[in-house]
């Protein structure tokens, strides 16, 4: 058989293309290359000789793992799995754009086979009988042009009065609550209506499912709007709603439209379940509507497929008004990529990938159905081809059924960040499961499950499933006492008040939220406010430096709170207790510590002054003792040979830690430095802990006398009926010299008064030297130096 040279060349450069771009591992060569496309994502000038194939693809490969490479780590988004049909499916756009430069006649033919093949497959595939089709980008494209035929339809005289005509009987669109949010929106401003022109029904709220339309409602808005002198229009019913997957009473809905006139439309992803062998009777009322949106690249991954609408029209004329079909051979070829996929595939292997996704839905629900603190809700537990599951526990006192309705509003929002982040969770760890986060009305913040729109996506399998379940089991017991232990975190913090305040945030998923409050007394507000943050800052980075299981954090990037430590998700094994105690010693260590800081500078200065003062005095002293004549330089030393005299200047020591300036006559006499007890003499804390050991777990045997909290030297002592002990061993100690060697931090000082009085004091070099002879190293003495 002949094939076209062009056509083998389309398919071999896809291929070429496919491989590039696919190559998330491919390194680039060194260079000037690597170079080019190091500063790929700035805009510049058209090259003016131009580029080949292959440098241009990979600037589009580098495009696209651009943010990973900036990272350098492979990013965490789920990625399409392109199989060989997803080829099919591009193949299609790149044989499109071959085949609409073929000679009209020829392009008329091939253009018309495509859409009859493809209309006939879809039509008979989805039972769908006599039905024809609209092929569009936009999924919300086809409900659009059904709604200008519907209007073309209802009103005559519409193709030649315009909207004119529409001001005497005013058409009314009608949409559930639970419909796909902005597609009321969207169609009256495509349509050019008002927004009074759209009806949003509510939903059951005593019989059936809270996801379905009120059809008795829907019924009495009808009646209330022709009364009104409006025009019923059209309906729209979901076979599956965007959240909960719940499906309306689509027969008792197309009965209502046949009595007052109305196009009925239906959308929704369980209408793929129209391929099946067995589709329950609520799934098969579909069928009878006047039109249906399908999507089949979602539910068998085939990618840029574009949507189609289903629908029933006996006058060609309005359908070609309406923009349903169209004159020109081109628009034709959208149907292209699904017409080559549709082949590809056959009707089995369709029928099967739909049917695999219904399987793992089944297989699921009835895992989940074994886990604790799992509610899951389903329309129909034998065919819901979506899940939707939650974390839920009881935190009052009073039983609620698991229900929203028995839980306080704040225990609601705390209930919604659980399972928020639990949603979260699980899309990081198994991102081939293709869960979501939804926010519905009635059950507040779940985790769906809708493999019919991503499992032939993303390639979800069984084991993907049990990936999934496993996690939960997981992270569940987790959450369960993490939620039983946060009232035990409130009052733990309660009774460090008021140096630690307890924050109120119901949106975070974690224990708690507490701000460490400074005691200084006197400082103006935004003093006070800088104190606030720096404390905390440096009090965060300590606490994420322990070895703990424990995260601690900033919270949510823009989250109410600022200056505060958000603590995460914690074990049932966690002492609460020994946590908010180590938080408070913590932030008093820090507190005091920058306290200390501020007072040992002032401290100092005043020290030195005083030195300075008390020296000068017992040179004028030693000056009227001595006389003017032992004061010169040769006269002075013969005289001091011939009658040495005893000096009455004594040395000075500076304590650091009582700040106090002591003369040195006792040590030289007792040859030992006296004064107020060294920071050596109370205990410190240990700075480590047993192999093995983590911080705030509660001992096995219960005998943890000796608190962990030791390990990180805070300014406390924790006594078992939890009262607190100040200890002074808040910084590292401070080591004391011995008469033998008091080289020691405290005595850096005395040296640098000495030499600012350096030249009162020359003179009497010699003579100390000589009159007070001291070991080696004692150089505490500071009447000659």
């Known amino acids: 058989m002949m094939v076209d040279s062009t056509l083998t060349q389309v398919g071999k450069n896809l291929s070429e293309a496919m491989r590039i771009l696919g190559d998330g591992q491919r390194e680039l060569e060194v260079g000037t290359e690597r170079q080019r496309f190091s500063r790929s994502s700035i805009p510049g000038p058209l090259q003016g000789d131009g580029q080949d ?54 392009l008329r033919k091939l253009t018309t086979r495509i859409l009859s093949d493809t209309t006939l497959w879809l039509c008979r595939l989805f039972r769908y009988e006599n039905g024809s089709a609209y092929f569009h980008e936009d999924d919300r494209d086809g409900l659009v042009k059904v709604c200008r035929l519907v209007i073309n339809a209802r009103y005559e005289e519409y193709a030649s009065e315009g909207y004119a005509v529409l001001s005497f009987k005013q058409p009314v669109i009608y949409q559930s609550a639970s419909g796909r949010p902005g597609l009321g929106q969207h169609l009256c401003s495509q349509l050019g209506l008002p927004l009074s022109s759209l009806c949003t029904v509510p939903c059951n709220t005593i019989f059936g499912s809270q996801h379905q339309m009120d059809v008795a409602l829907l019924d009495k808005l009808i009646k209330e709007d022709i009364e009104a002198g409006k025009l019923p229009l059209l309906l729209i019913a979901n076979a599956g709603t965007p959240g909960a997957g719940h499906t309306d009473k689509l027969a008792r809905l197309k009965d209502l439209c046949d009595q007052y006139s109305m196009w009925f439309h239906v959308e929704g992803v369980n209408l793929a379940t129209l391929a099946l062998g067995q589709v329950t009777s609520a799934i098969m009322a579909a069928n009878r509507s006047d039109s249906m949106t399908l999507t089949p690249g979602q539910w068998l991954g085939l990618p840029a497929v574009t949507a189609v609408t289903l629908y029933r029209h006996e006058d060609p004329a309005l359908s070609l ?105 699980l899309v990081q760890l198994v991102p081939t499961s293709g869960v979501d986060v939804v926010e519905l009305e009635d059950e507040g913040t779940c985790v769906r499950f809708s493999p019919l729109l991503t499992a032939a996506v993303l390639g979800t399998q069984q084991g993907d499933v049990e990936a999934l379940v496993e996690k939960l089991s997981e992270l569940v017991p987790v959450m369960s006492s993490t939620m039983c232990l946060r009232q035990d975190f409130r009052e733990e913090t309660h009774r460090h008040s008021p140096s630690l305040i307890y924050m109120e945030e119901p949106s975070w998923p974690g224990l708690g939220v507490v701000r460490y409050e400074p005691q200084a007394e006197g400082m103006d507000e935004s003093r006070r406010k800088q104190e606030l943050e720096k404390i905390n800052t440096e009090l965060l980075k300590k606490l994420q430096d322990l070895d703990t299981d424990i995260t601690f954090s900033t919270g949510p990037e823009f989250g109410t709170e600022e200056d505060c430590i958000f603590v995460g998700m914690v074990t049932e094994d966690v002492d609460v207790s020994e946590l908010v105690d180590t938080i408070a010693a913590l932030g008093r260590d820090i ?54 005299v005893q000096s009455s200047v004594k040395g000075r020591t500076f304590n650091l830690a ?51 909290t030791s390990s990180i030297g805070q300014a406390e002592e924790i ?65 000659g130096r």
């Open 658 to 708: 009582a700040g106090s300036l002591d003369s040195t006559e006792v040590t030289y006499s007792t040859k030992a430095q006296t004064g107020r007890p060294s920071l050596q003499d109370t205990p410190s804390s240990s700075s480590k802990k047993l192999p093995g050991q983590r911080l705030f777990r509660r001992s096995v045997a219960g005998s943890d006398s000796f608190s962990e």
């Open 53 to 106: 194939v292959a440098a241009i693809l990979h600037l589009v490969h580098n495009l696209i793992h651009e943010e990973e490479e900036e990272e350098d780590k492979p990013s965490q988004h789920r990625m399409q799995n392109v199989g060989e049909q997803g080829h099919m499916a591009l193949l299609g756009h790149s044989l499109a754009a071959y085949i609409s430069v073929l000679d009209r006649e020829r």
């Open 591 to 644: 507190e005091e510590s920058g306290r200390l800081l501020e007072n040992m500078t002032e401290v100092v200065r005043k020290g030195i002054l005083e030195a300075e003062i008390q020296l000068q005095k017992a040179n004028e002293e030693k000056l009227m003792e001595e006389g003017v004549i032992r004061q010169l330089p040769l006269v002075g030393s013969v005289l001091n040979w011939f009658s040495p």
């Open 719 to 783: 006594t078992r009926d939890g009262s607190t002990t100040p200890s002074r061993s808040i910084h590292p100690p401070i080591s004391q010299p011995a008469p033998e060697d008091l080289h020691s931090a405290s005595n850096v000082f005395p040296e640098k008064i000495s030499e600012s009085s350096e030249p009162m004091q020359r003179q009497e070099e010699a003579e100390v030297a000589s009159e007070e002879r001291q070991p080696e190293g004692q150089e505490m003495e500071q009447s």
């Open 321 to 425: 008004a309406a923009g349903l079909t169209s004159s020109q051979p081109v628009a034709k070829l959208r149907a292209l990529p699904l017409w080559l996929s549709l082949q590809y595939l056959g009707h089995n292997g369709i029928v099967q990938k739909i049917k695999h996704a219904a399987t793992l839905s089944q297989q699921l629900l009835q895992k989940l159905k074994t886990l604790a603190s799992i509610k899951t809700s389903v329309e129909d537990e034998l065919s819901s081809p979506v899940v939707l599951f939650k974390f839920s526990q009881e935190m009052s006192a009073a039983s609620s059924g698991g229900s929203v309705d028995g839980y306080c509003a704040g225990e609601k929002e705390v209930l919604d960040a659980f399972n928020r982040w639990l949603g979260e969770q």
